[in-house]
């Protein structure tokens, strides 16, 4: 079995995410749906925890947010955040998907 072109462009998403915060729960039930078909690399950040301040500095009031990146993008970084693909709040599947696609398609140039 030999890996297909999509696997090897995954992405990588990044959620950033609260507790109690209901729309973190539904961004999340989004990101699985998706993974089940399309995978990618997924890391999440709890915006309120120790260690998080730069995070929580940028999105505390606007959770849940996702950075979309190409597999081999390094590490997410605060100072970079503006210049990040991202989905903030509430976002569908579709749009998701565009995003990666958009990653994908410059990674293959």
């Known amino acids: 079995m030999?890996?297909?072109l999509r696997l090897l462009q995954a992405c990588r998403i990044t959620l950033f995410t609260r507790a109690n915060c209901s729309l973190c729960t539904n961004a999340k039930d989004t990101l699985f749906k998706i993974q089940e078909t399309r995978p990618f690399m997924?890391?999440?950040v709890a915006v309120m925890e120790d260690g998080q301040k730069h995070w929580k500095d940028l999105y505390e009031f606007?959770?849940?947010?996702?950075?979309?990146?190409?597999k081999d993008a390094g590490e997410e970084q605060s100072e970079l955040a503006s210049k990040a693909r991202?989905?903030?709040?509430r976002f569908t599947e579709e749009e998701v998907k565009a995003k990666?696609?958009?990653v994908e398609g410059e990674s293959s140039i």
């Open 2 to 4: 030999y890996p297909t």
């Open 42 to 44: 997924y890391k999440e």
């Open 62 to 70: 606007d959770t849940p947010v996702i950075h979309v990146s190409g």
């Open 86 to 89: 991202k989905l903030m709040h």
């Open 100 to 102: 990666m696609d958009e």
